[in-house]
């Protein structure tokens, strides 16, 4: 059986396929047809704050239903200390967090955003 890839998707990348164009193939269903994909609550609630109406709402939703969500357990942050003065704030250093600790490379156009994180990265071009 073949070993299926997991990713940490994050924000940039759902916003994209929410916003991107209908007839092209976006990175997160590229890795979705390639493995599991996992997102944080972190990032759903970025989605729906970004929301300006209802039916974008109903399009979070859908889309969020179709992902594998993690919630942000306590552990996680032990591990923010190792990023103080390196992440541009605390949603970026739990969010690196998530990754080390459930060990899953990050799928996000801003690979430069976690260079500082020692964590596996992976852009579209190399799903």
């Known amino acids: 059986?073949?070993?299926?890839?997991?990713?940490?998707?994050?924000?940039?990348?759902?916003?994209?396929?929410?916003?991107?164009?209908?007839g092209s193939k976006t990175a997160l269903e590229k890795a979705m047809l390639?493995?599991?994909c996992f997102t944080t609550v972190l990032n759903a609630s970025e989605l729906f704050l970004a929301c300006n109406n209802d039916a974008q709402i109903s399009n979070v939703d859908k889309l969020l239903r179709t992902l594998n969500i993690l919630g942000l357990h306590a552990r996680y942050?032990?591990?923010?200390?190792?990023?103080?003065?390196?992440?541009d704030?605390?949603?970026?250093?739990?969010?690196?967090?998530?990754a080390?600790?459930?060990?899953?490379?990050?799928?996000?156009?801003?690979?430069?955003?976690?260079?500082?994180?020692?964590?596996?990265?992976?852009?579209?071009?190399?799903?």
Not at 77 to 87: F, R
């Open 1 to 22: 059986m073949k070993n299926k890839k997991e990713f940490l998707v994050d924000t940039d990348v759902l916003a994209e396929h929410l916003t991107g164009n209908p």
């Open 77 to 87: 942050s032990l591990l923010t200390k190792e990023y103080a003065g390196k992440s």
């Open 89 to 98: 704030n605390v949603r970026d250093a739990l969010f690196c967090a998530a």
């Open 34 to 36: 390639n493995g599991t």
């Open 100 to 127: 080390k600790i459930n060990r899953l490379p990050v799928l996000t156009n801003k690979k430069e955003k976690y260079k500082f994180a020692g964590i596996d990265l992976v852009d579209k071009n190399s799903i």
